[in-house]
């Protein structure tokens, strides 16, 4: 017997149902389903101080439970000083049972821990059935010490679904847990 994450059980169980008597789907394979999670962080600063970009690599790597990776600029920008493949951001993409883990820390326990927490905002589907969501403190997370800190920043958050509409989308992740604000 092999360990499954909570909302990956959740989601064959419940969810699959929920979701073909509420679009009245024919097949299964028609349901859709979160095929990844993508954290992505611009450190913009790192541009003069080299170290933010390993800081952000290691609360990306300690919030998620997988490696970062550096993003680099595409182009010159002479206004900032920028040079092509210079570090500028950290990601992380999440797939499979990492992902399922973290969309449940941070349902559970993350974004309860926001200040003034009403539910998040449901405008930020993107017309395909993604959505994107920002964070505006990484001090949110459990994972991250407080004292260690060395500057407050966000980061954007990425729900990638199979769904073939932001209607469709909006149920998968509300019935995943995501507490969207009631309008």
Request: charged share 25%; no cysteine.
């Given at each position: ?16 149902n ?16 979160l095929e ?14 080299k170290k933010?970009?390993?800081y ?21 920008v ?15 993409t ?10 449940d ?27 994107n ?51």
């Open positions: 017997m092999s360990y499954v994450p909570r909302l990956k059980a959740e989601y064959k169980e419940r969810v699959v929920t979701l073909t008597e509420e679009f009245s789907y024919t097949n299964i394979m028609q349901v859709p389903k990844k999670i993508v954290i992505s962080k611009g450190v913009g600063a790192a541009i003069a101080d933010l970009i390993d952000a690599l290691e609360e990306l790597t300690k919030i998620t439970g997988q490696k970062a990776i550096s993003t680099m600029s595409k182009k010159d002479a206004a900032f000083k920028l040079r092509k493949g210079m570090p500028i951001g950290a990601k992380v999440l797939r499979g049972d990492k992902m399922y883990e973290f969309l820390r941070l349902v559970t326990a993350s974004l309860p821990r926001v200040r003034d927490f009403n539910g998040i905002k449901a405008n930020g589907f993107d017309g395909r059935g993604n959505y969501l920002g964070i505006t403190e990484q001090i949110i997370y459990p994972e991250i010490n407080i004292d260690q800190v060395k500057k407050i920043n966000g980061m954007d958050i990425t729900f990638v679904t199979s769904a073939n509409t932001d209607k469709e989308a909006k149920s998968l992740l509300g019935e995943l847990g995501l507490p969207f604000q009631k309008n």
